[in-house]
């Protein structure tokens, strides 16, 4: 269904035509699971999300108002509400969680294909070795943010220390870090 407008699709994903539907899906897939894998950096997770937004656009299609942006961006809209709720559920599981365990979740989401599985393994191993010479402070900071998307003023709160701190320790962690990757990788 090539050349048919993005709101004429989201009519007949709505009204429960087979064709319009997997049209819909095929034309916003990619995207909707792209941008949940990027927030949330959990492919089951992604999917997950995809998938509810997706449920969501077909509930909700019928209020879709194209004034206010796109189809794609309307759907995204969505995608990234949904995302940044399992986040925020996600953060209230990892309040208490102990830092040297922040450090191995971030090695643990299996690589996306099994010819990425080599380089995914060198990465990780890349970023653990790293995150192992970052001060504590710094450490359990930069995985708090880089990881799992908390603010500063999140972190601050959380850790009971000023947000001139926070940022601090992010920034100091994270260009530790990227010096720490880049003299690896010019080493023969």
């Given at each position: 269904?090539?050349?048919?407008?993005?709101?004429?699709?989201?009519?007949?994903?709505?009204?429960?035509?087979?064709?319009?539907?997997?049209?819909?899906?095929?034309?916003f897939?990619?995207?909707?699971?792209?941008?949940?894998?990027?927030?949330?950096?959990d492919?089951?997770?992604?999917?997950?999300?995809?998938?509810?937004?997706?449920v969501?656009?077909?509930?909700?299609?019928?209020?879709?108002?194209?004034?206010?942006?796109?189809?794609?961006n309307?759907?995204?809209?969505?995608?990234?509400?949904?995302?940044l709720?399992?986040?925020?559920?996600?953060?209230?599981?990892?309040?208490?969680?102990?830092?040297?365990?922040?450090?191995?979740?971030?090695?643990?989401?299996?690589p996306?294909?099994v010819?990425?599985?080599?380089?995914?393994?060198?990465?990780?191993?890349?970023?653990?070795?790293?995150?192992?010479?970052?001060?504590?402070?710094?450490r359990?900071?930069?995985v708090?943010?880089?990881?799992?998307?908390?603010t500063?003023?999140?972190?601050?709160?959380?850790?009971?220390i000023?947000?001139?701190?926070?940022?601090?320790?992010?920034?100091?962690?994270?260009?530790?870090?990227?010096a720490?990757?880049d003299?690896?990788?010019e080493?023969?």
């Open positions: 269904m090539v050349g048919i407008p993005d709101e004429a699709l989201l009519a007949g994903f709505v009204s429960g035509d087979r064709d319009a539907t997997g049209a819909f899906l095929q034309r897939r990619n995207r909707v699971y792209g941008l949940a894998l990027a927030m949330l950096h492919p089951a997770l992604a999917e997950d999300v995809a998938q509810e937004a997706f969501r656009a077909w509930k909700h299609g019928p209020s879709y108002d194209r004034r206010l942006g796109t189809v794609s309307w759907l995204l809209r969505i995608t990234r509400n949904l995302a709720d399992r986040l925020r559920r996600r953060r209230k599981e990892i309040e208490i969680i102990d830092p040297d365990i922040l450090e191995s979740l971030v090695t643990s989401t299996p996306s294909a010819e990425d599985a080599a380089i995914t393994s060198d990465m990780a191993a890349a970023v653990t070795a790293a995150l192992a010479q970052v001060p504590p402070e710094q359990r900071a930069l708090l943010a880089a990881y799992y998307g908390r500063a003023e999140e972190i601050s709160r959380s850790e009971g000023p947000l001139g701190t926070a940022k601090t320790r992010i920034l100091l962690g994270l260009r530790k870090v990227r720490l990757l003299a690896a990788e080493r023969p």
